[in-house]
């Protein structure tokens, strides 16, 4: 064997062994980590990290939520149906609360955006931080579920036989009544009500 060739012999090694490392850790962890979590991720430090507080915000906001308010019906209240809309609105309110008053839903996130509240690449950061708490809360959440041999994660439920008519008038008045709040709250002219309402509808 030339010296040349077992000094290339020499440094591929490692590096092989080093390969076969990360692919032998990329194979342990990449079933566990959901699909889009690492763009999630990413997203938070765009700009020099300038949203990194927003988008922080967001992630732990959403996972506060989804256990806050997701729980009631299944792990809080399962006998009684006025006791699991209270912990629903309770969540709701302390999510908001302990996770620092950040939006969780793209939605409001783009109602924010187009009444000119938050820029598009905060807007961006926030709906990706809000994916992200997603990705990982409702994982999180079905491990918790499964260990503890409580029933699966999910919120108080309605009858869709039952309570289809019913469910599209409430979604309904929901939402116009959520754009009603929001346009007042962040703007006093009839005319951005009518601009981000037509924003959003297109």
Known sequence: MTP?????????????????????IY??????VPPGLACCIASAFIVDKKYLGAFRAEFIGTI??????????????????????VAHAAG??????????????PGVTVSMWALGKCSYTEAYVRIMGAMGGGLVAFPLFKLLADTLNLTPLGGPEFNPKDDEEVCYVLCLYCVFLIHIILCTVYSNTLTSLYLSTNILIY
């Open 27 to 32: 194979q342990q962890l990449a079933p566990l």
């Open 4 to 24: 040349v060739f077992s000094s290339a012999i020499a440094i591929i090694d490692p590096i092989m062994v080093l390969i076969t490392l990360l692919s032998n």
């Open 92 to 105: 709701v309110v302390a999510a908001d609360k302990i996770g620092g008053g950040q939006h969780v839903n």
């Open 64 to 85: 506060l939520m989804i256990g806050l308010t997701f729980s009631p019906g299944k792990w809080i209240g399962a006998d009684s149906l006025a006791i699991a809309w």
